[in-house]
């Protein structure tokens, strides 16, 4: 099994259009959409999910309220000010500082606060607050650390994984597709995009595919990491910028770290063709090899609008070059030695630096 990961050194560049392109060339294999934080290729692919399944990773604290005794312990120790503190009584909705908690008494001098809950009701009866403050934990704001949980002197704290989003199965025109949806200020995006490629590698097995074709996420970091580590052949679109050279130096670092073939596409290489002459010579000097260019055509924008791929829209302009850059991964690809398992722990970043000969 080969898998061909299509990445960039940045967002923008044009690289799920190009993927998309790609698997509607390819005929039938596999396809991972393992740019989780923004997935859109399905956008393209129109895909009929088959099969849904949560993502979960990490943990969040959940307070139980019954058997809190409102010590303010979690407020104490919490680093990352994820809980909430709201006033007892009727106004247990309150947001923290909307009504003052002290009356002047010396209660709570004379009596230790986590001694029993008994002391704790004399302290806001005291108080004439009405009763005790009510701690609510953020789940946006919570990094799961568990110090809450751990110092929490009743143990009222439970400590749950953490729903992270959810994943898919489906099938699509160009064949398979796996996908996710990462929620809201979720985090382990490695490996979510791990566990994406494991299942399209299992795919493709059962259903005797040879190519798995992966849309990957821009940048260095761990997503990105998790998408190419034991890839047969990596793709990066660039474009003919100052911050696209920059960028492409940076992830053919990576991918020569790793280990993997690299080539290059220079995308809308025609609205800056001195700046392509120099990502050439630059790909030459790093031992990546120049696929090919693609001109800059508003058929693109056209294509997705009717959610198709360009290949799909016309026969012209840069069709016609996609076509080319196909022609050249083609044999590449189907001549690239099988590769390896993916990672199971995504997030282990490389113990060195990329070599920056």
């Given at each position: 099994m080969r898998e061909l990961v299509v990445i960039s050194g940045k967002g923008g560049t044009g690289k799920?259009?190009?993927?998309?392109?790609?698997?509607?060339?390819?005929?039938?294999?596999?396809?991972?959409?393992c740019d989780v934080d923004a997935a859109d290729l399905h956008l393209v692919l129109a895909p009929t999910i088959r099969r849904?399944?949560?993502?979960?990773?990490?943990?969040?604290?959940?307070?139980?309220?019954p058997d809190c005794i409102s010590c303010g312990a979690c407020v104490t120790y919490c680093r990352y000010d994820a809980i909430l503190q709201c006033t007892g009584g009727n106004d247990a909705a309150a947001p923290r500082g909307s009504h003052s908690a002290c009356r002047g008494c010396d209660l709570c001098q004379r009596a230790c606060a986590l001694r029993t809950n008994e002391i704790m009701r004399e302290m806001w009866q005291a108080s004439g607050q009405g009763g005790p403050p009510v701690f609510v934990i953020d789940p946006l704001a919570c990094e799961g650390c568990g110090v809450c949980v751990h110092f929490c002197p009743v143990h009222a704290i439970d400590f749950v994984e953490r729903t992270c989003g959810e994943w898919f199965v489906s099938d699509t025109r160009c064949g398979p597709l796996v996908h996710a949806r990462l929620g809201t200020a979720a985090e382990n995006s490695g490996k979510l995009v791990s566990l994406i490629r494991q299942n399209a590698r299992k795919l493709a097995e059962e259903q005797g595919i040879e190519r798995v074709l992966i849309d990957g996420s821009p940048g260095i970091g761990c997503p990105v990491?998790?998408?190419?580590?034991?890839?047969?052949?990596?793709?990066v679109v660039t474009e003919p910028t100052p911050s696209g050279l920059h960028d492409l130096t940076r992830v053919g670092e990576l991918t020569r770290h790793?280990?993997?073939?690299?080539?290059?596409?220079?995308?809308?290489?025609?609205?800056?063709?001195?700046?392509?002459?120099?990502i050439d010579a630059h790909a030459a000097e790093a031992g990546m090899t120049v696929a090919g260019r693609i001109r800059y055509d508003a058929a693109v924008t056209q294509a997705q609008i009717q959610g198709?791929?360009?290949?799909?829209?016309?026969?012209?302009?840069c069709v016609e070059d996609l076509h080319a850059l196909w022609a050249a991964i083609d044999p590449l690809w189907s001549a690239a030695a099988p590769n390896g398992h993916a990672p199971s722990s995504p997030c282990t970043a490389p113990t060195t630096e990329p070599d920056r000969a």
């Open positions: 799920t259009s190009i993927a998309a392109s790609l698997a509607v060339l390819a005929g039938r294999c596999v396809i991972a959409d849904r399944e949560e993502f979960r990773s990490g943990h969040e604290a959940i307070i139980r309220q990491i998790a998408s190419i580590t034991g890839a047969a052949l990596t793709l790793f280990g993997v073939p690299t080539l290059v596409c220079i995308n809308k290489w025609d609205i800056n063709p001195d700046v392509s002459q120099t198709k791929a360009v290949v799909e829209h016309t026969a012209t302009g």
